[in-house]
């Protein structure tokens, strides 16, 4: 299930612990059979186990928030290849909106009104051949409340297990996997209705990994259930009220081969969606070829299908409401893609990466944005165009992506650009989505120095290119035809808006560079202290988070905003 964080963009708010990760791999495209139900990227996220060997912990203080991890062996192995039992606690707690009062009287001298509180924990198992077994659970939760902007609240929690089994004297993994999460979200505004959207479900699967030399075999199982509620009012206030329950159930297969120069991954899924009463017979195909030593060429081809819909209120200038529903029609969402792409290794320590993609979708469910009449038989005469809650679209997205990595002893340094374009159509018109954006860059370096590396700086850049929105046009009072009767010369009407084209405009460029100045002080063996100087968005620049067109009331992400912190770990 797709978790999203709205708070990503404000920078201080997150929902995975650096700490406590394994592994973060992310698909933009082309990914293999192992993944479904999702048209167009996927995530997974891993967390590692906690300590076997010892007992230890991490606390961080800072003018931002706390952070408190501890873990260590619930059963200590006796030598390196014995069973163990760990756990780990991980506590993330935001305290901003009482040391802003004192810090960060310049920025607001009510205080900053954001709020967060994550919650993780692990508990590991692990066998002597390798088996392990693993229990989690997780509650993450954020707020912000401003004036103009009364309540925006987001949380997820949920838990689940997972195993793998390696039988003795076999040569194929048995993997499992069961989980529930749910997610919701709520957004009110100022003389706006209430917004919200929930998402809960559970999902579980066996995959069955044998191998043959070099080669390699997957195939599983999964089977997924989900149940989503949206309470929405669109651009002239009708509302859109939906509840649904909604059943998955797929196969897939992939076989990694590995002939010569080349690594060729073919696979297939099904995926049936028991709410559609239908069907997707998926095929993906990965190549690369290992030309040189240090070149190499890649691609990657498959077709995708997605029953969960994202719903925005397409005339927000900025869109910070993200619902999710299955779809209500009979209709499938479904995408096919190809990426081609190259992996350089310029010099011992330096690599290059472009990838170049091409997605189409022949088909895609929207909430209907022209929505003005209610669909009852009294307006069977109006196009469904004006009064159906959502409306087929097709579209296309392509780009290409390029990044530099570049680690040398005590220096590391990673670069990513995107440069893209997404195109709607709605049988009508042609037009851009509200998430079209055209540049992204992002650049991260660490650069270490002294005798014991003990001095550590920390750049990040982002830029972004503005994000398409629709204009206003224009105000008018708004009054009401209720019946024949009504008195247009008495009453009092309400503000209307004049909207102009859709998504025609675009919103500032975003741009944000945060430093970190650490100083490490070792005081003992695995004791070790260190100090945090941080300075958050050191440009200064302006980046939006909220608009109120009627009002114009504008709200920016954090200015710049210096933080000292200390981290204590043992």
Same mark, same amino acid.
């Not at 070829?289 to 994202?310: E, H, V």
């Not at 004049?498 to 919103?507: A, F, H, I, N, P």
């Given at each position: ?52 060997? &010892?007992?230890?912990?991490? %606390?961080?203080?800072? $003018?931002?928030? /706390? ?17 163990? /039992?760990?756990?780990? =606690? ?36 692990? /066998? ?18 401003? &004036? %103009? ?19 003795? &004297? ?46 390699? @075999? &997957? ?38 081969? @590995? ?21 997707? !017979? #998926? ?19 498959? =077709? ?47 690599? @290059? ?24 038989? #009294? ?33 590391? +340094? ?42 550590? !700086? ?11 929105? $629709? ?5 008018? #009072? ?5 019946? =024949? ?12 808006? !004049? ?29 070790? =202290? ?5 300075? $958050? ?7 939006? +988070? ?25």
């Amino acid at each position: 299930m797709i978790i999203y964080n709205p708070f990503h963009s404000i920078g201080l708010f997150s929902v995975f612990d650096v700490d406590i990760l394994k592994n973060v791999e992310v698909f933009t495209g082309g990914y293999g059979a192992e993944y479904g139900g999702r048209l167009s990227s996927v995530m997974d996220v891993s967390t590692r186990d906690g300590n076997k060997n &010892k007992f230890a912990g991490k %606390v961080d203080v800072s $003018t931002f928030g /706390a952070k408190a991890l501890v873990e260590g062996p619930i059963y200590k192995p006796k030598d390196q290849d014995d069973a163990s /039992a760990t756990f780990l =606690l991980s506590v993330k707690n935001s305290y901003l909106r009482e040391t802003s009062k004192t810090f960060y009287t310049y920025i607001d001298k009510n205080g900053l009104p954001y709020d967060f509180l994550d919650i993780y924990g692990k508990f590991s198992v692990n /066998a002597a051949n390798g088996s392990k077994v693993n229990l989690f659970g997780f509650n993450f939760s954020d707020n912000v409340k401003y &004036k %103009v902007l009364q309540d925006f609240n987001w949380n997820a929690y949920g838990g689940g297990m997972t195993f793998l089994a390696i039988p003795g &004297k076999s040569s194929v993994l048995i993997e499992g996997n069961f989980a529930y999460s749910k997610y919701k979200v709520v957004l009110k505004e100022q003389a706006k209705s209430e917004r919200s959207s929930s998402i809960g479900g559970f999902n579980g699967g066996l995959n069955f990994t044998y191998f043959f030399g070099k080669d390699a @075999l &997957k195939w599983g199982l999964e089977v997924s259930g989900f149940k989503t509620t949206l309470d929405f009012y669109n651009a002239v206030n009708r509302k859109l009220d939906y509840d649904q329950n909604s059943t998955e159930a797929s196969l897939f297969g992939k076989y990694k081969w @590995l002939p010569g120069k080349f690594i060729v991954e073919g696979g297939f899924r099904f995926q049936y969606y028991a709410s559609l009463s239908t069907g997707s !017979l #998926e095929p993906r195909i990965a190549v690369k070829y290992n030309m040189f030593k240090n070149f190499r060429l890649k691609m990657a081809a498959g =077709l995708y299908s997605q029953n969960l819909i994202s719903t925005t209120y397409d005339k927000d200038v900025v869109n910070l409401f993200y619902g999710f529903i299955s779809s209500p029609t009979n209709d499938l969402q479904r995408s096919s893609q190809a990426i081609l792409g190259l992996e350089w290794d310029l010099m011992q320590n330096l690599s @290059l990466n472009v990838e170049g993609y091409y997605k189409y979708y022949p088909r895609l469910i929207s909430m209907n944005r022209n929505k003005v009449y209610e669909d009852t038989p #009294e307006n069977a005469k109006i196009p469904a165009y004006y009064k159906k809650d959502f409306i087929t679209e097709t579209g296309d997205a392509e780009g290409v992506d390029v990044s530099v990595k570049y680690d040398w002893k005590k220096l590391h +340094f990673w670069v990513t650009y995107s440069y893209g374009f997404i195109h709607r159509n709605d049988g009508r018109y042609d037009f851009v989505p509200p998430y079209d954006r055209r540049h992204n860059l992002n650049a991260v370096s660490t650069i270490q120095w002294g005798k014991k590396n003990d001095w550590e !700086l920390d750049v990040r850049y982002n830029y972004g290119s503005g994000f398409p929105f $629709t204009q206003t046009g224009g105000f008018y #009072e708004l009054l009401s035809f209720e019946n =024949l009767g009504t008195s247009v010369a008495t009453q009092n009407g309400t503000l209307g808006i !004049l909207y102009s084209d859709y998504d025609k405009g675009r919103l500032p460029y975003y741009s944000r560079l945060d430093l970190n100045m650490k100083k490490m002080f070792f005081l003992g063996k695995s004791v070790k =202290l260190e100090v945090n100087l941080s300075v $958050t968005n050191a440009l200064n620049q302006q980046n939006i +988070f909220y608009f109120d067109r009627v009002s114009y009331t504008r709200i920016d992400q954090m200015p710049l905003m210096p933080s000292l912190g200390l981290s204590f770990s043992f």
